[in-house]
C-alpha cells in the first residue's frame, strides 16, 4: 500500500466525518471574497472550420478562501441567462456550505450574457448569434473546469456542478454530459420537464394563480375581477380610465390592452418566483412575501380594476406599497414588459436579445395564459405562433425536440448523482422532477420555498425547513464527495 494511497484512504474517511457534522443555521456567514477572471475559451467546440481556433474572453469569478486542496472539493455554479455577478449573490449556499467542506468556488458566466460575448457587439448578428447553445456552453464549463484543475493542481479533486433554474437545468445536464468531469450536481428549480415539451404547456400560468390561492382564493377572483373591469372599460372605449388606472406612461389603446395585460401578467410571475421570506433584489427590489403585499393593495384597491393595478405596480415599483402606490410618476409597460418568445416576457439589453434567441431555437417555454386554468386573460401563444415569430424575428425555426433527446428527458433515470430541488411556492416547480427516479437522482421539495430559495445564502428569516433541506443536500453532496476519494484510492491501489 503506497503512502498516497493511505493518505487518500484517511481522506476520505476524514471528509466522510465531516460531512456529518454540516449543519446550517439562521445566522449569516461572513461573504468571501471573489476574484474575476477571464478564460480563453473557444467559440466553437464542434466544427473545425467556421471560426478555426478563434477565441473570446469567458468571464468567471472564484475564491479560494476555503479552500483546502488535499481534502475540498470544486464547487462550479453553471451561469444561466445574465450578468455571473447577480447569480453570485444571490446563491450563498454555495459559500455556505464552502466554508465547512473547505472547498474552491467558481462561478461562470454563460457564453453571450453579461461580458462574456464572443464577438463583442456583433455577437447577435445572424452569422454569429449561431454559436449560442446549451451544448456550446456546457462545453465551455467542461473546458474551464479541466482549466482550473489543472492551474490550481487539483486533478483529482471533486466536481459538484450548482444551477438554479435554467442554470440548474444546465447543472444536471454537465453531469449528464460530462460524468468524467462533474461527480454530482444541485438542480434547484430546473423545469426539465416544460423546459423540454413535456407536459402541460398552461401549467405555468395555472401554477402562477395556485401560489396568489395560497395568500387567498379572494386576491385571485379580485384579480380576475380587475381584468374583467378592465376588458368592460375596453369595450366602452374607456381607454382613458384604463391608462389612468395602470398610471401608464403612453395611452393605453385597443391595439395595446393585451401588451398591458403581458404586463401585469408578467408582474405576477415574477413576484411568485421571488416570493421569498425576506427582501430580496434580484429582479427587482421586492419586499419579504411579495405576493401577500400585493393581495393586500389589490384586495384595497377601491375598484377591481384599480387593486389590479396597485397590485402590478409593486413589481415595477418596489417601493410601492398598500399605504404608498405613487412612488413613481408613471410606468411605461413597453420598456419594462417586451414581448419575445418567452411569454414570462424579456427585457432589454444584450441579455435579453441571448434568451430570445435561445427561446427561439433550443428552449421550449410556456404556451399562452387561457383563462380557463389560471385567473388571467386569453393570450395565446401557440407552438405555431412561436415558429411564426422566431422565423421573423430571429430568423430561426425551433427544434422543439431536440433538448429532450440529447439529454434523455423521458430516460433521466439513466443518470445519477443529481439532486431535483424545488419549492411549494415556485411556479416552475411543477415542471420539473418531483419524485426520486432512482436512489442517486432524489428529489426534495423545499416546503415555503420560492424560486431556488435554497440556493440563497442562510437568513435569519429562513424557515425551518429550508435548513433542513440545505442540511440534507449539504449530506448528499459530502456523500459524492467521499465516494469519489474512495474510488480514487481503489485506483491508486490498483
Known amino acids: 500500500m503506497s503512502h498516497l494511497y493511505i493518505l487518500i484512504f484517511f481522506l476520505s474517511l476524514l471528509i466522510c466525518m465531516s460531512c456529518k457534522s454540516v449543519t446550517f443555521n439562521k445566522n449569516v456567514p461572513l461573504e468571501p471574497t471573489f476574484e474575476e477572471h477571464h478564460f480563453d475559451q473557444r467559440i466553437d467546440h464542434f466544427n473545425f472550420q467556421t471560426v478555426g481556433e478563434q477565441k473570446y474572453k469567458q468571464r468567471y469569478l472564484i475564491t479560494v478562501q476555503y479552500w483546502k486542496k488535499s481534502e475540498g472539493p470544486i464547487f462550479f455554479y453553471t451561469g444561466n441567462e445574465g450578468d455571473i455577478y447577480g447569480f453570485q449573490k444571490a446563491s450563498g449556499f454555495l459559500t455556505d456550505l464552502a466554508s465547512q467542506m473547505h472547498a474552491m468556488v467558481v462561478f461562470a458566466e454563460h457564453r453571450y450574457y453579461g461580458t462574456s460575448l464572443p464577438f463583442g457587439n456583433d455577437s447577435f448578428t445572424d452569422d454569429h448569434v449561431g454559436f449560442l447553445t446549451v451544448e456550446q456552453a456546457l462545453a465551455d464549463y467542461a473546458y474551464l473546469i479541466k482549466y482550473l484543475k489543472q492551474q490550481y493542481d487539483a486533478l483529482n479533486s471533486p466536481v459538484i456542478a450548482f444551477g438554479g433554474s435554467y442554470g440548474g437545468q444546465l447543472a444536471a445536464y454537465i453531469r449528464i454530459k460530462y460524468p468524467n468531469l462533474v461527480a454530482g450536481s444541485l438542480a434547484a428549480s430546473a423545469p426539465l420537464y416544460w423546459i423540454t415539451g413535456f407536459g402541460d404547456r398552461h401549467g405555468f400560468w395555472k401554477s402562477v394563480t395556485e ?67 425576506y427582501p430580496t433584489s434580484l429582479l427587482a427590489p421586492l419586499p419579504g412575501y411579495p405576493v401577500n403585499t400585493a393581495c393586500d393593495m389589490i384586495n384595497a384597491g377601491k375598484t377591481a380594476m384599480e387593486g389590479l393595478a396597485a397590485g402590478a405596480s409593486l413589481f415595477y415599483n418596489g417601493s410601492a406599497s398598500a399605504e404608498n402606490s405613487n412612488a413613481v410618476q408613471c410606468f411605461d409597460i413597453y420598456k419594462e414588459y417586451i414581448e419575445c418568445a418567452d411569454p414570462t416576457g424579456c427585457g432589454l439589453g444584450n441579455d435579453a436579445k441571448a434568451w430570445n434567441y435561445q427561446a427561439c431555437t433550443e428552449i421550449i417555454l410556456p404556451g399562452g395564459s387561457n383563462n380557463e386554468t389560471d385567473m388571467f386573460p386569453s393570450l395565446p ?10 422565423k421573423e424575428n430571429v430568423h430561426t425555426t425551433p427544434r422543439n425536440d431536440w433538448l429532450a ?60 425547513s429550508v435548513i433542513a ?3 440534507k443536500e449539504a449530506a448528499i453532496i459530502s456523500e459524492w464527495v467521499q465516494q469519489h476519494w474512495q474510488r480514487l484510492s481503489k485506483k491508486l491501489e490498483l
Open 211 to 277: 401560489q396568489f390561492g395560497k395568500h387567498s382564493d379572494a386576491c385571485v377572483n379580485r384579480i380576475k375581477e380587475g381584468f374583467a373591469e378592465t376588458a368592460s372599460h375596453a369595450s366602452m372605449n374607456k381607454f382613458a380610465e384604463i391608462s389612468q388606472a395602470f398610471k401608464t406612461c403612453q395611452p393605453v389603446t385597443s391595439k395595446s390592452l393585451n401588451h398591458l395585460y403581458g404586463w401585469v401578467r408578467n408582474s405576477f410571475t415574477d413576484l411568485a418566483m421571488m416570493n421569498y421570506p
Open 381 to 390: 401563444f401557440t407552438l405555431e405562433m412561436r415558429d411564426q415569430y422566431c
Open 405 to 464: 433527446i440529447n439529454y434523455w428527458t423521458e430516460n433521466l433515470k439513466l443518470a445519477s448523482n443529481i439532486i431535483f430541488s424545488n419549492g411549494d411556492l415556485d411556479p416552475w416547480g411543477n415542471g420539473g422532477i418531483l419524485q426520486d427516479l432512482s436512489p442517486t437522482l432524489q428529489a426534495i421539495t423545499v416546503v415555503g420555498g420560492a424560486h431556488h430559495l435554497d440556493l440563497r445564502g442562510s437568513n435569519p428569516k429562513d424557515p425551518e
Open 469 to 471: 433541506v440545505r442540511q
